[in-house]
């Protein structure tokens, strides 16, 4: 099956800088994407990566190691409108069909004046 | 406005009833997706659709029915509602499942059952 893990809760104050990490198990991987969700909203897309390395979008960017299975999304400058949940997802074919994405718990990310 | 959007917003039912909520987009996506979304369990693939007449099942199925006879809608029924189905649902599209396409969510249906 697939796993993903990561934080239930990360707490920050403005201006800081937080760094949420998704460790992932799956077959048939593709891709980690990260989706950011304020108060039960629509979730919305932050970011991808399929291959090792940094991408780097504004405030935010997203890390992925493919051979540790693990990835994380880096917000910087933190603002009180980074209050929100965040999820990684991985895009994974683990059988016959289409590739879909499997989400993790979702971290809820506190910013605090 | 071009979008995606889905009715109602809110449901009470009862269980055993049946229910449909409904899913539609503007931007002609091929893939389209329900979740649902629970405490503690993030978001669960229902089932998605790559095209017209062309479902399969996701992650929890059991208990739900798709159909996708136009391209732009994708609607979900609970043929018999019970009380574990009681969840936030979310629809979804994308224009393709390849790399960085993101999927799209509308703002989703609180579903009470009870």
């Known amino acids: 099956g697939q796993s993903l893990e990561q934080p239930s809760e990360v707490t920050a104050v403005e201006g800081a800088i937080v760094q949420i990490n998704c460790t992932y198990q799956t077959s048939g991987f593709y891709g980690l994407s990260w989706y950011q969700q304020h108060d039960g909203g629509a979730p919305t897309f932050l970011s991808y990566n399929a291959l090792d390395g940094l991408e780097e979008t504004g405030r935010f960017s997203s890390f992925l190691s493919r051979s540790d299975s693990y990835g994380y999304l880096l917000l910087q400058e933190l603002q009180m409108k980074d209050s929100a949940s965040y999820f990684c997802a991985v895009r994974s074919h683990p059988n016959s069909g289409y590739s879909t994405l499997t989400f993790g718990k979702g971290t809820m990310l506190l910013v605090s004046p | 406005d071009a979008g995606i959007t889905q009715s109602p917003r809110y449901k009470i039912t009862e269980t055993g009833r049946q229910v449909t909520l409904m899913c539609h987009q503007t931007w002609s996506h091929s893939y389209m997706f329900w979740y649902r979304q629970d405490l503690g369990h993030g978001l669960r693939l229902i089932y998605y659709s790559a095209a017209a007449d062309i479902t399969d099942k996701g992650e929890v199925p059991d208990g739900y029915v798709v159909s996708r006879s136009k391209t732009e809608n994708f609607p979900l029924t609970l043929e018999s509602a019970t009380r574990s189905q009681t969840s936030v649902y979310f629809c979804?599209?994308?224009?393709?499942?390849?790399?960085?396409?993101?999927?799209?969510f509308g703002d989703g249906t609180r579903l009470s059952i009870l």
């Open positions: 979804a599209s994308s224009e393709s499942l390849g790399g960085n396409q993101p999927q799209h």
